[in-house]
């Protein structure tokens, strides 16, 4: 049975604003479901020519399937925005590639027929859920993976550090300013507003507001500051808060569509599906694996880093970044790389992050009409690497 695979498009992709994990966040007093939730029905008011009995699946992406996350997310929050009982949906878990991996998923569903549209995202909220929380790692978990540093992920970039020490701590501060700056250039170029669904909330003093701003953005970050931080996970170490992602809460949803049936309705389809990858490398370094990851999905495009003309890569900490940069051939400060800045201004809610850089993606694509390819990479927890190549259809 030899059946033709379908084409698959971004019709649209919606965020929250990202708050910082904790009681002085934005979502401190938000249930992480509560984040999906808004993000869905935005998506069809936004979209009205696409009715609720077209979503075919909902696919959700979070690392800490547990609590307010647990109970197949996915599945869930449909029924809670009110869309009956007829929309099916399921939660998958591959931790920071949770959310990009949902979207491969929801493409290949379509590309194989399965489905015409559906939903895919991510969510985490690290203040409710923090990272390795109510986890039972297997007793010889930490000898499969080759040590104990590959459970705390700082660790893992510290080793990065330690391994390849071409990567300074003044290479990863600088990386960190850089990226501060941008994310503010871009934040008060309001290149944000399209993407953000506001969502009303309560903070912990009992006052309410409207959360359409991100949190974490620290734009007055230098060198000199950055250089008085803790190094928190090696003493004298190099990685820090300035220079890592934080811990963060937020989520990110994208409707995904055939494109003959996108055409059909008239819609304007931001971006094609072209290929996805996943890689898994040596897991006390596992922030390097957007390296393979990468270098994979380009051979199965057939394209080169130099088709990309826009890239979009998950800063978990500036030194994997850093070294993933330099050994897919690419300068530090390439402007072809997050432009608007990336996930150590923005924060880095886990599962979320993934399905962000499709955002980001989508938007620049908008603002280069001229731009033919992009790539979406991150690196994972456990040592893993995602990368999926997109075809921009903005012009
Ligand atoms: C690094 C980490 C431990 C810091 O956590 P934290 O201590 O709660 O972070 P904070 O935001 O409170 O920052 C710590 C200090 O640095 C300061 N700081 C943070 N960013 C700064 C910046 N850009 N410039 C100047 N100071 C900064 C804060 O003001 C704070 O100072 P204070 O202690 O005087 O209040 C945490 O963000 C972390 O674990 N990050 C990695 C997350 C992760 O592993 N994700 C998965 C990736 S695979």
Redesign the pocket.
């Known amino acids: 049975m030899g059946q033709k695979l379908e084409e698959v498009v971004v019709v649209d992709v919606v965020r929250t604003a990202f708050g910082?994990a904790?009681e002085k966040g934005l979502f401190w007093k938000t249930r992480a479901d509560d984040l999906v939730i808004p993000l869905l029905k935005a998506l069809l008011e936004r979209n009205p020519k696409v009715t609720v009995d077209m979503i075919e699946d909902n696919i959700w992406g979070a690392t800490n399937q547990i609590g307010e996350q647990g109970g197949t997310l996915g599945r869930m929050v449909s029924m809670l925005a009110d869309w009956g009982h007829e929309v099916p949906g399921c939660s998958v878990d591959r931790?920071?590639a949770g959310g990009l991996t949902a979207v491969s998923f929801g493409v290949t569903h379509i590309a194989a027929g399965m489905a015409d549209c559906l939903i895919a995202g991510g969510v985490e909220h690290m203040g409710h859920l923090p990272?390795g929380y109510m986890r039972n790692p297997h007793p010889r978990a930490i000898e499969a993976m080759g040590g104990e540093s590959a459970l705390?992920?700082?660790m893992?970039?510290e080793n990065i550090h330690l391994r390849f020490p071409e990567f300074t701590k003044e290479m990863a501060d600088q990386y960190?300013v850089q990226c501060?700056q941008k994310a503010d250039k871009a934040i008060n170029a309001g290149k944000m507003k399209d993407m953000i669904i506001p969502v009303e909330v309560e903070l912990e003093d009992g006052t309410r507001m409207v959360a359409d701003k991100d949190q974490p953005p620290?734009p007055?970050?230098?060198m000199e500051?950055?250089a008085?931080?803790?190094t928190?996970?090696r003493e004298n170490g190099n990685?820090?808060?300035?220079n890592?992602?934080?811990?963060n809460d937020g989520a990110c949803a994208v409707l995904l569509m055939n494109e003959s049936r996108a055409r059909e309705l008239d819609l304007k389809p931001k971006m094609r599906w072209v290929a996805s990858a996943v890689a898994a490398v040596d897991p006390t370094i596992?922030?390097i694996a957007p390296v393979p990851a990468t270098e994979k999905v380009l051979k199965k495009a057939g394209l080169s880093m130099d088709d990309m003309d826009i890239i979009e890569m998950n800063e978990?900490?500036a030194v994997q970044a850093l070294y993933c940069l330099d050994r897919l051939g690419l300068k530090w400060d390439d402007p072809r790389v997050n432009r608007w800045g990336g996930a150590i201004a923005y924060g880095?809610p886990?599962a979320s992050s993934g399905p962000r850089l499709v955002a980001f993606l989508a938007g620049l694509f908008k603002e280069k009409p001229e731009a033919r390819y992009g790539l979406t990479t991150m690196?994972?927890?456990r040592g893993q690497g995602y990368s999926v190549i997109w075809e921009n259809l903005q012009h």
Do not use: D, E
Not at 239 to 242: E, K, L, R
């Open positions: 910082r904790g931790m920071c990272m705390n992920m700082g893992t970039a960190a501060q620290r007055s970050t230098n500051g950055l008085t931080l803790k928190p996970f990685v820090t808060a300035g890592a992602s934080g811990l596992m922030g978990a900490f880095h886990l690196c994972v927890g």
